[in-house]
């Protein structure tokens, strides 16, 4: 079936340190977005890419990395500069047919929490 | 940039009571479009309806309805026989055309009550 894969379900991460979340999508969408849930909070957009080798920054990219080698891939970093970094993170991808935006497929997410 | 906003925090309804959550947004955009999406407490994003804005008729799917008011930028989404399954976070959601992110409203907390 085709679909958008998170892992891990559950990370921790103890303080000064990088932690990767993985998204991979086997439903050839080229553009592939990472969103930060917070409770009582809507998603807020980290980063986007819509084409491979190529992504820009959301609204709250302060203290995330992205990479885009691959079409199937979208990793982000939490890296050490994230000072708040617990939270509830959503992969997405999306597709244009014919023109038209496809609606936004969801990954299961991963949470994130500080040890 | 375009901000979507969703008055009602909280919500509750009977069950197989008809609700209708409302959602308004800005933006100065002709074409774009806008979704519901349904969070339940598996925190799984589920879309629920989508609304092309170059088209006037209301989208329709199965007991989910919206009323989609171009000239005063409302998109409210209404629930026909409300089931318990309903329960959920409901997010109005607002997209350019270009495969662009979603813009998300902060959601609204559905409950249905037995």
């Known amino acids: 079936d085709g679909g958008i894969t998170q892992s891990p379900k559950y990370l921790f991460r103890k303080e000064g340190q990088n932690v990767t979340l993985s998204c991979e999508q086997n439903l050839n969408h080229d553009a592939m977005y990472w969103y930060r849930q917070d409770p009582g909070q809507g998603l807020r957009l980290i980063y986007y890419s819509q084409i491979v080798n190529d992504f820009q920054k959301g609204d709250i990219a302060e203290g995330y990395s992205v990479s885009r080698e691959k079409k199937e891939s979208f990793p982000l970093t939490v890296t050490s500069a994230q000072k708040n970094p617990t939270a509830f993170y959503l992969c997405?991808?999306?597709?244009?047919?014919?023109?038209?935006?496809?609606?936004?497929?969801f990954g299961d997410g991963t949470r994130l929490s500080i040890l | 940039a375009q901000t979507v906003t969703q008055s009602q925090p909280e919500m509750s309804v009977q069950e197989a009571e008809t609700v209708t959550l409302s959602c308004t947004y800005d933006?100065?955009?002709?074409?774009?479009?806008l979704f519901w999406y349904k969070q339940p407490p598996s925190r799984q994003m589920i879309l629920v309806i989508r609304q092309e804005a170059y088209k006037q008729q209301n989208a329709t799917e199965n007991r989910f309805s919206v009323n989609f008011q171009k000239a005063a930028k409302s998109f409210s989404l209404k629930i026909s026989d409300s089931q318990l399954g309903d329960t959920a976070m409901y997010f109005c959601a607002f997209m350019n055309s270009g495969n662009t992110p979603l813009v998300f409203g902060k959601g609204t907390r559905l409950s249905v009550i037995a």
């Open positions: 997405a991808s999306s597709a244009r047919d014919r023109g038209h935006n496809q609606p936004q497929h």
């Open positions: 933006t100065s955009e002709s074409n774009y479009y």
